[in-house]
């Protein structure tokens, strides 16, 4: 079982940063692949990164290659989303996800523990 409690988010400005956690709860945190999801009113959850079990693998969304990072520090059973040159359409809810598999993948579905959200709102 793991619990997961994202933190970090808030509003900014166009073209700003935000660095999000995901605190996650249980002894096995560095087993996991972890992700991070968004989703807005009235549109699908959107994979936008994950991370393998050391952090030697990533993997990113089209809509934040080059501008959001995700790393993980399994001696703090943290996972992190340090997002750059926010735009408004970056604007949701944003989702730690953990996943009990070596591999990364994109479908929200393939998830096992999921976090509450933070609302992350960038204003143009």
């Known amino acids: 079982q793991v619990q997961l409690v994202e933190s970090g988010g808030g509003l900014v400005q166009a073209g700003g940063s935000l660095r999000l956690s995901c605190a996650a709860s249980?002894?096995?945190?560095?087993?996991?692949?972890m992700g991070w999801f968004r989703q807005s009113p009235g549109k699908e959850r959107e994979f936008v990164a994950g991370?393998?079990?050391?952090?030697?693998?990533?993997s990113y969304g089209d809509s934040v290659k080059g501008r959001f990072t995700i790393s993980r520090d399994n001696a703090k059973n943290t996972v992190y989303l340090q997002m750059n040159s926010l735009k408004p359409e970056d604007t949701a809810v944003y989702y730690c996800a953990a996943r009990s598999s070596s591999l990364i993948v994109t479908t929200p579905l393939s998830y096992n523990y999921w976090g509450q959200g933070t609302q992350v709102t960038v204003s143009s």
């Open positions: 991370i393998s079990w050391t952090g030697a693998r990533t």
């Open positions: 249980g002894r096995t945190f560095s087993s996991y692949v």
